[in-house]
């Protein structure tokens, strides 16, 4: 798998020869085809760097994190103008259902997260929202991440998407060994190129604590997605064919569960367990040929979503 070749997508989104602005149908499927051109099989590169002190005393980390991965990027849902992809990471022997992608066309509601766990919605209005996709990013276990609109724009042999500055939790990758910051202000942008796509990010890493807030440094991120033609993804594609169905169901009780709050609290562990052990432990199940009901489903989500502060209020 070490190898890979350039793939040209054909009847892609490389059309496009000028910036003029098209008809709104027009532009429509060019952003469609942008968003489906991000699956297939990919030599993935992690790449992170902090690159500026923003507080006295603070010392960046001199080391980029850097690591090589290969993943299948598959559509796991697509109505139109709601498309699903879904991540699955595969290393040696080892398969990992990894983050997933929602894009939704003209999205009237925005999840801001607000940092320790917790989650508002924001609504947009029908003219701010026009021409936009928003992204949605999830966890492992589908539970949010973070949300942020724009527009994508399309260039004669590539096509990028632009968000807004959104808040975003520690990455998994930091907040396992460290606890100075809170969370990320990110600027995230996708650009869908002639053999894969690349995912550049302007971070900064704030406090927010004891009533105070403030950024403390900030870092550079590049994941670059380039397409193989001659990887072997078979376990990936196994664990996807028998799980798709059971990860359709969790996307929609959380999907239903964040609809019905104005507020999304999560709990770190639940008698002592996270939810990430717990959904990864009814995965298994299900690649074993156990049946998990919805309802199973449900009670271990509903378990793990704590009641905001705001929300006992009458």
């Known amino acids: 798998m070490k190898s890979f070749t350039p793939f040209l997508i054909a009847g892609a989104i490389f059309a496009c020869s000028n910036l003029h602005a098209a008809e709104p149908s027009e532009a429509f499927e060019k952003d469609r085809k942008a968003i489906l051109a991000m699956t297939g099989d990919f030599e993935v590169n992690f790449y992170f760097h902090e690159t500026l002190p923003l507080q006295a005393g603070y010392k960046t980390i001199g080391k980029p994190y850097e690591e090589d991965a290969y993943e299948t990027v598959k559509v796991a849902e697509d109505d139109g ?12 022997r080892v ?30 209005s029908e003219a ?30 590539s096509s990028e998407w632009t968000s807004d500055v959104t808040s975003r939790p520690l990455p998994r990758r930091e907040y396992t060994s460290r606890s100075d910051y809170d ?33 403390l440094c900030r870092e550079v991120g590049l994941n670059r997605y380039i397409r193989v033609t001659d990887g072997e993804f078979a376990r990936a594609n196994s664990y996807w064919d028998k799980t798709a169905g059971f990860w359709k169901t969790v996307r929609t009780v959380w999907d239903e569960s964040i609809a019905s709050r104005p507020v999304t609290v999560l709990q770190e562990k639940v008698n002592d367990a996270s939810l990430y052990k717990n959904m990864e432990a009814m995965g298994k199940r299900v690649t074993q040929g156990e049946t998990v009901s919805d309802a199973e489903i449900r009670s271990l989500i509903a378990s793990f979503l704590a009641v905001a502060p705001d929300q006992t209020k009458p």
Request: glycine fraction near 4%; charge should be neutral.
């Open 95 to 124: 398969v990992v259902k990894h983050w997933s992608q929602v894009w939704t066309y003209e999205d009237q509601e925005i999840l801001e997260f607000q940092g320790h766990s917790k989650w508002e919605k924001k609504s947009v």
């Open 128 to 157: 701010d929202a026009k021409g936009k996709w928003t992204q949605r990013v999830t966890e492992v276990t589908d539970a949010p991440r973070y949300e942020a609109a724009g527009k994508w724009v399309h260039h004669d042999e």
């Open 183 to 215: 969370f990320l202000a990110v600027t995230n942008r996708h650009t869908v190129t002639s053999n894969g796509w690349h995912h550049e990010q302007d971070n900064t890493k704030w406090v927010k604590r004891d009533g105070k807030q403030f950024p």
């Open 81 to 92: 103008k709601r498309i699903v992809l879904q991540h699955i990471l595969q290393v040696d």
